[in-house]
């Protein structure tokens, strides 16, 4: 698909429920802004180079869920685009810590990384998340899993409808900030090891 790179006008590739394989480009042409590779075989995720400035800019949507890609967490987030309002990368072999770089993602509306083997404390969710509707990064395989306690910041957001975090290794307890969720439609926080 690297020849489409020279399609300027298309901004919708969808090409989930394939048997591709290989590396994903998730910036596959200038004014991209929805890309949908889920449900194929691709082992890798290339990085969001910033040498292809206008996609990096029109990139909203990214889907790369139930694939095989097995690569750090880091490494597949790295530059990604500041207009991100949705990411799924659910059902991966993806490992690592989630990076600082998320906190640079003020349009970001849903992030999904759940069933991935992602590990460490969670991000200290700042204010930059302000329109964070969906956070599900639950069951994390082979013994994984996120651990610490989660952090205030994330019972701040007031606009939040669903969090899972459940099949981790999350401690502390449930603080009464969670009353503050006035939209709050789903709370999974099982098989974790909260008191």
């Known amino acids: 698909y690297r020849p489409l790179y020279n399609l300027r006008d298309l901004t919708w590739f969808d090409v989930s429920g394939n048997k591709l394989s290989g590396e994903v480009d998730a910036l596959v042409a200038p004014s991209i802004s929805y ?51 949705a990411f799924n990368a659910s059902n991966n072999q993806i490992y690592g810590n989630l990076p600082a770089s998320l906190d640079t993602l003020p349009m970001l509306g849903q992030f999904i990384m759940a069933s991935n083997a992602l590990s460490g404390n969670l991000p200290a969710f700042t204010e930059s998340f302000a329109k964070l509707r969906v956070l599900d ?17 994330l019972w701040r957001f007031i606009p939040l409808k669903e969090l899972n975090l459940a099949g981790n290794r999350l401690t502390g307890s449930i603080p009464p900030l969670v009353r503050n969720f006035a939209v709050l439609e789903v709370l999974d926080l099982s098989n974790n090891f909260m008191d």
């Open 137 to 153: 990064l639950s069951n994390q395989k082979n013994g994984f899993g996120f651990t610490g306690s989660i952090p205030t910041n």
């Open 35 to 85: 890309v949908a590779f889920g449900d194929n075989s691709f082992t890798s995720m290339r990085r969001f180079v910033q040498y292809k400035v206008s996609s990096l800019q029109t990139l909203q949507y990214c889907i790369v869920s139930s694939n095989a890609i097995q690569q750090n967490a880091s490494v597949v987030l790295e530059n990604i685009p500041r207009s991100m309002v």
